[in-house]
């Protein structure tokens, strides 16, 4: 988000980092979370194996969104928002063996929140920018 004013003051926008620098250190990040995720959900989930897919899926979503997957379609918000949906699953394995009425409803309510924090309120934010992937300029705003 280089044009984006409201950011000029993060590291990598003020040039105190590199590009590469900062893509290791999430990557990295993201790698010690998956590690110390394992270790909890072979602890202490009564369902390891549902937990660990979704948390393979947040680490493969999440991955994407990171690496730009959001900016070359229309639907670039689904990685974001399946990222998300994701962790909420992994967090309910963590303590359930099934995903039970409650359950749907908690996921839906984890994905719709992302969809619209990042497909309504951030296309709306940049505006200004016309970036290609923005749905609210493609569909007349």
């Known amino acids: 988000d280089k044009v984006d004013d409201a950011k ?4 990598l926008q003020r040039g105190a980092i590199l590009v590469d620098d900062a893509i290791g250190f999430v990557h990295w990040g993201k790698n010690i979370l998956m590690f110390l995720a394992c270790l909890m959900a072979f602890l202490w989930s009564p369902n390891p194996a549902i937990a660990m897919f979704c948390l393979f899926m947040w ?23 399946l990222c998300f949906a994701a962790m909420g699953g992994f967090g309910w394995f963590l303590s359930h063996e099934k995903l039970t009425p409650i359950g749907w409803w908690y996921l839906a309510y984890t994905f719709t929140v992302i969809l619209f924090q990042i497909s309504y309120s951030g296309h709306l ?16 705003a």
């Open 125 to 140: 934010k940049e505006m200004g920018q016309a970036e290609r992937s923005n749905l609210l300029i493609k569909m007349g």
């Open 8 to 11: 000029i003051h993060h590291p």
């Open 59 to 81: 680490y493969a979503w999440g991955t994407g969104y990171n690496l730009g997957l959001s900016k070359v379609s229309l639907l670039g918000f689904l990685p974001i928002c």
